[in-house]
């Protein structure tokens, strides 16, 4: 393990709180955000959701529409919809290459995205969840102008989180924060293992 001069690091630390904390009082800025999870690494949906529990721990309102999912029962799903202060629907047909049929991946991505559309005009409700809502993009189920208006559209306050792989260039452009996971390994492909209770379901 490499040797760190003490006196050396505390003046590293130092300075680096001088300028966090100046940053810290140059945002003074509220408003509700847009954060966009993306990338090809596992743990999108799984952020999503620990930023669903943090806005419930605050006591606020929350709504989630999950897109594409629907085949099968996760465990976010049975955990979040018993608790007060959740408004949650699932509306997917399954993943892509499960349904095959384009006409009802399409009618069933409008049926949600109507759903998402109430709650992002609803000052009510604090975060709304749109998980999987990438992928459906990229597919070109809905309209990506009429989303982006929508998401523009809500209320000054209101935080949105939108899930999944391949985030379309223009709604990147649109949000106020992007993270992209990335993999390094997975058991799936590494070691054949299956989706696991509690990890992946």
């Known amino acids: 393990m490499q040797k760190v001069d003490p006196q050396r690091h505390a003046e590293r630390m130092t300075h680096k709180q001088k300028i966090m904390n ?20 596992k743990g999108k949906s799984s952020s999503g959701f620990g930023m669903l529990a943090r806005a419930l721990g605050h006591g606020m ?16 799903e049975a955990f979040f919809r018993q608790l007060p202060n959740v408004d949650y629907h699932v509306m997917g047909e ?7 049929d384009r006409d009802k991946d399409i009618k ?18 604090d975060l709304v969840l749109l998980d999987e809502l990438n992928i459906v993009l990229r597919h070109a189920y ?20 939108v899930t999944g792989r391949h985030a379309p260039e223009a709604l990147v452009e649109l949000a106020d924060t992007v993270t992209e996971m990335k993999v390094v390994k997975h058991a799936f492909k590494e070691q054949g293992v299956k989706a696991q209770q509690g990890v992946e379901l």
């Open 22 to 41: 100046e940053r810290i009082a140059a945002a003074d800025k509220e408003q509700g955000v847009l954060l966009v999870l993306t990338g090809p690494g």
């Open 61 to 76: 309102q929350v709504g989630v529409v999950q897109f594409i999912k629907g085949k099968f029962q996760t465990g976010e």
């Open 94 to 100: 399954g993943y892509t290459w499960e349904t095959q």
């Open 108 to 125: 069933a991505a409008e049926a949600a995205w109507s759903e998402a559309c109430r709650m992002l005009a609803d000052d009510s409700y």
């Open 142 to 161: 809905l309209d990506i102008d009429r989303v982006l208006d929508d998401l523009q559209a809500r209320p000054p306050m209101q935080h949105a989180i």
